[in-house]
């Protein structure tokens, strides 16, 4: 019994506790019922011939016909098929590898005077053993609560995977209702780069539009700025020349007051020679007395004469001093624009660099040969 307690849902007839009491259609009856009466728990007897299955007698029918008056006496000296053929109670034979509640189902069908009868299990190549009903319904008991155990179990797990969908159901929704949210921020996002592209591209159109007017300016810009260059330097290179030329006319007016200065010194010594004759006349006319009385108007207009030309050397001196201080100080402002026509040459050559940079900018060529040939020349020719 404990085996059958212990019965999987994988169990067969085969697997169940069976007795394989048989015996040869010739044994004694008193034989079958000593064996009877000693083992409560044997279920009946198996009659066969060899290999071949006669048939069966229970432990129930045996011991009813056995209670008959004179049953005694009639069968425990005869041989058990004459029993068997009184009783000819037909035999449900199943296979070793029947189920258990197939087993059952064919036990329970049977006439209602049969239903209580063994089973007798076919093995192929062993002898035919026996099943009573009674252990054959409690291992379908048994069965049907491990099923229903497991049906219960799957039960729980069903509801327990149905309270898992449900929650990944809800988290599923929520998950949906995430999604459309970053799908509508998506979206968004997808107008605001769409919109942020447009004023990129209108932007790029205007600094385009920009870039062509800053090109087309600077192209402007490099050729007057090289016409200006040109025109700088030939102003600058006159204003060298006329410099250089009032220079040589102030150191040529130095030398012409030079000759002046002689002069004037030659008058006042001409104007002393005369002061000095005009007092020696007076002497030699006060001297004389009457006899030379009209040489006193001679030597008073000799007298004047001399303060004259004294009065004439100093003014000629005077104008001499300030006419050279105004020829130092012409001298002093040449070379002073001497050197701020070097310096205007120099940031004119430095800016000359920089068209050149801003023609390489705007996708054309330096400044040409003549303006470099112009801004080479025209320091030498403040140098010469």
């Known amino acids: 019994m404990s085996e059958v307690i212990t019965a999987g849902l994988d169990y067969t ?9 048989c015996v040869s259609p010739e044994v004694p009856g008193k034989e079958v019922w000593s064996l009877i009466q000693d083992q409560a728990d044997l279920p009946g007897v198996i009659i066969a011939n060899g290999d071949h299955l006669l048939g069966m007698i229970s432990r129930r029918r045996f011991l009813e016909r056995m209670s008959r008056p004179y049953s005694l006496e009639i069968y425990l000296k005869r041989p058990i098929h004459a029993l068997l053929e009184i009783e000819n109670v037909p035999v449900l034979e ?3 590898g029947c189920s258990i509640t197939d087993a059952a189902k064919a036990a329970l069908e049977r006439p209602l005077e049969l239903v209580y009868e063994p089973l007798v299990v076919i093995t192929p190549g062993e002898m035919p053993r026996m099943v009573d009903l009674h252990v054959l319904l409690l291992a379908q008991s ?8 497991m049906v219960q179990q799957q039960t729980t797990a069903l509801q327990d995977s149905l309270t898992k969908l449900t929650d990944e159901q809800r988290k599923v929704q929520e998950y949906a209702q995430m999604l459309e949210g970053q799908q509508a921020e998506i979206q968004r996002r997808n107008q605001l780069l769409e919109s942020q592209k447009a004023e990129l591209t209108q932007k790029s159109q205007e600094i385009g539009r920009l870039n062509d007017r800053f090109v087309m300016i600077g192209q402007l810009l490099s050729l007057e700025g090289k016409r200006a260059f040109q025109a700088t330097f030939a102003g600058v290179n006159t204003i ?6 009032i220079i040589q006319v102030g150191e040529t007016l130095e030398r012409e007051l030079e000759s002046v200065d002689s002069a004037t010194r030659l008058i006042e010594e001409i104007s002393r020679q005369v002061r000095h004759l005009s007092m020696q006349a007076s002497v030699a006319i006060s001297k004389a007395g009457t006899q030379l009385a009209g040489f006193s108007d001679i030597a008073l207009e000799i007298n004047k004469l001399a303060s004259q030309t004294s009065e004439a050397s100093s003014q000629v001196s005077r104008v001499a001093s300030r ?3 105004c020829i ?5 402002a040449a070379r002073t624009g001497a050197e701020v026509a070097r310096s205007l040459i120099q940031k004119i050559q430095s ?20 303006g ?6 025209q320091p030498l020719a403040l140098e010469a």
């Open 240 to 245: 060298c020349s006329t410099t250089g030329e």
């Open 142 to 149: 048994q069965i049907l609560a491990a099923s229903m155990d």
């Open 13 to 21: 007839v085969g697997d169940l506790p069976s007795s394989d009491y």
């Open 351 to 370: 800016a000359e660099v920089a068209l050149a940079e801003l023609q390489k900018l705007v996708g054309r060529s330096g400044p040409g040969e003549e």
């Open 328 to 332: 130092k100080e012409n001298n002093e």
């Open 94 to 96: 199943v296979p070793s």
């Open 323 to 325: 006419f050279r201080a």
């Open 372 to 377: 470099t040939e112009a801004a080479q020349e």
